[in-house]
């Protein structure tokens, strides 16, 4: 084996492409059992982005089930959700599915061409649907009606779709169940038929600020009857529902009464228990209609997802213990089960998100989905870390050192670092295989992925920490974990960037204004720059009264929407920086990129914008990625080796 070459950090060669990058990591989400096999969705960047329903045979090949015309995803509350559902015990008794492209649903059996069975789109508005549960002779769903121009000009309600097609050809053939919140997940039908069950909320909230878990009876006509709240309310943030198999008057329910997402059994009498009561959460911030994260197992065990920061599988057992059989995997979502056996999406530090089969009586984990790892050899060996603020308050991340097998630093050289800083403000990122990050690791430039105050998986006062405090909390912890890695000789103080896309570009953007000394070079993706056009007018329905609890209720709140904008704050910038942004984005708009160019025109800040027709809100297209990629890399490289030099 050759001898690893000396070459500076941030300019080692590395077999790691942009491309690589754009084609290694497909998103995996909604899995099902349809008898006894696993489906699910994935979004191929290669085709555009394209939602395919993939289906994993018994006898272990794989197949699209649809052909190339048909992408399998939803535009509810723009971020998505559960976009199929299969009907019966096989793929024989057909599916339920909602089209991209004209968002109806449509009907699929084998060997037959999809037909629809919700209404014709009423064009420029028209309907989503997500969420589904078969009833009979027919699906219920949420439905989200766009009923005019402005954001807000949403209506969701529970509607039943007639399997026959009927409300493909006459509107007057959809159903209303039921509308009890301007947001809704779609319904949890109880055992035996007789009760659903459903999440909902209102603005201003957010669902992990505040929701209502909702049940009503099913009368003997079909409709509903008077719904009542079962659980939840300011400050108690119900983000699943799920009925006990064998019970009908029984609820599992995610939620956080006690400041951590954990799973309690509620009954219709009014009892109830928390069956494992830990700080750690069994759940996340529900971005995606019917997300899921826990399911009954029978004999009343629960399959669940569970940790603080990483997450494991296990089973809940009755008794409230539980055990872990998820190795060597640290990350799990999208759980489905048979009764007997949890299939689920699957990633780890050395292994690429896959879907895999899981048996919690005999051992070991069948992988459904392959998923090769390329360029193992330069992964990083990174793992969480947390540092001390100015106010003694701890802030979590993952550090990336830089890692190649091929290269080592000159003596006594310390790496350039990368302030990674994620979206939502409400998430988090996850330790698992990544070529984005091993993309820069692998050149000699360190990551620093920063779980900043606001994120998820530490529970309601982590989360917390952010209210009234975006623009402050979030810039503070990036300043903190970067010149704690400085302190400790870990990074090179000279040579520190910062990137971050959507609520991340806004983090990042502030922070070149907030300590114009601290960063170098920026990359700031599809972001939020000025915070009153954004609530105004500026973004989707479900987000539009978001910054109520990130910055202040409006228009109390005005002065600090002001003084919190990065944009309030552009005469500081003097960071180069490439902005990257989709021209279709409907949650973070090109008008906000826009509005930074415009503050720094007759400034000398040297930047780069680039923006690409066709992308929307996180970018799917690999020629999107690539080029993206590169034009960070070059950024890094020109500053770094410049700032070097000096």
């Not at 971020?79 to 793929?91: C, D, E, F, N, Q």
């Not at 400050?235 to 019970?247: H, I, K, T, Y």
């Not at 509005?595 to 040297?606: C, I, N, Q, T």
């Amino acid at each position: 084996m050759d001898r690893p070459r000396s070459a500076p950090y941030g300019r080692w060669a590395s077999p790691i492409t942009a491309a690589d990058v754009a084609a290694g990591e497909a998103l995996i989400e909604y899995v099902g059992f349809v008898g006894d096999e696993v489906w699910w969705v994935e979004s191929r960047p290669a085709q555009g982005g394209r939602g395919a329903l993939v289906r994993r045979r018994t006898d272990g090949t794989l197949a699209d089930v649809l052909g190339p015309e048909w992408n399998v995803r939803t535009r509810v509350i723009e971020y998505g959700g559960r976009p199929w559902l299969a009907l019966g015990s096989g793929p024989a008794d057909g599916f339920v599915f909602t089209n991209w492209d004209d968002q109806r649903v449509y009907l699929a059996r084998p060997d037959q061409a999809p037909t629809p069975i919700s209404p014709r789109p009423e064009l420029p508005a028209g309907a989503r649907y997500a969420d589904f549960t078969v009833v009979g002779a027919e699906v219920w769903c949420l439905r989200e009606s766009i009923t005019g121009p402005d954001p807000d000009d949403v209506h969701r309600d529970l509607v039943a779709l007639p399997l026959d097609g009927r409300a493909a050809r006459a509107t007057g053939a959809v159903r209303v169940l039921a509308h009890s919140h301007h947001f809704m997940t779609g319904p949890r039908l109880a055992p035996d038929g007789g009760r659903v069950a459903w999440i909902g909320w209102d603005h201003p909230g957010m669902p992990w600020d505040g929701t209502e878990l909702m049940c009503a009876p099913v009368l003997a006509d079909g409709t509903l009857g008077s719904a009542r709240r079962v659980t939840g309310g300011p400050g108690l943030a119900v983000g699943q529902v799920e009925w006990a198999p064998d019970r009908a008057d029984t609820l599992y329910v995610l939620s956080d009464p006690d400041g951590w997402w954990n799973i309690h059994e509620i009954g219709l009498n009014g009892r109830e228990r928390n069956l494992c009561p830990r700080a750690e959460e069994f759940g996340e911030a529900l971005w995606r209609i019917g997300a899921r994260w826990f399911l009954p197992a029978g004999d009343g065990r629960l399959f669940v997802v569970h940790g603080t920061g990483a997450r494991r599988l296990a089973v809940l057992e009755k008794d409230g213990s539980l055990r872990d059989i998820g190795d060597p995997y640290t990350e799990w979502a999208a759980l489905a089960t048979d009764g007997r056996r949890v299939a689920a999406t699957a990633a780890g530090p050395r292994h690429r998100r896959t879907v895999v089969l899981a048996d919690p009586d005999h051992s070991g984990i069948e992988v459904l989905r392959p998923a090769e790892l390329a360029h193992a050899a330069y992964l990083p060996s990174g793992g969480p870390a947390s540092f001390t603020g100015p106010a003694g308050e701890t802030v979590h991340a993952f550090v990336y050192p830089p890692h190649n097998p091929d290269f080592t630093a000159p003596p006594g050289e310390l790496p350039p670092f990368l302030v990674h800083v994620h979206g939502g403000p409400t998430s988090r990122s996850q330790q698992v295989a990544n070529l984005e990050i091993a993309f820069f690791t692998s050149r000699g430039i360190g990551v620093v992925d920063v779980q900043y105050g606001g994120s998820t998986g530490y529970g309601r006062d982590y989360r917390d920490r952010l209210r009234g405090n975006w623009g402050v909390v979030d810039v503070r912890d990036c300043a903190t974990a970067a010149r704690a890695l400085a302190a400790r000789g870990v990074a090179d103080p000279d040579r520190i960037g910062i990137r971050g896309g959507s609520a991340g570009g806004w983090t990042s953007a502030a922070s070149l204004a907030a300590h114009p000394e601290l960063y170098r070079a920026a990359a700031i993706y599809y972001p939020v720059l000025d915070p009153v056009r954004w609530r105004i007018r500026g973004t989707h329905d479900f987000e539009s009264r978001y910054l109520d609890s990130l910055i202040g209720p409006w228009p109390a709140a005005r002065a600090r929407y002001q003084h919190v904008s990065p944009l309030a704050h552009a005469h500081r910038i003097r960071t180069p920086f490439v902005l990257l942004q989709g021209l279709e984005d409907e949650i973070c708009p090109p008008a906000q990129a826009q509005l930074l160019l415009s503050a720094l025109r007759d400034r000398d800040v040297p930047h780069t914008y680039l923006a690409f027709a066709g992308e929307q809100h996180g970018f799917r297209k690999a020629e999107t990625i690539i080029e993206c990629l590169r034009a960070e890399l070059a950024l890094y490289t020109s500053v770094f080796t410049r700032q070097q030099a000096a």
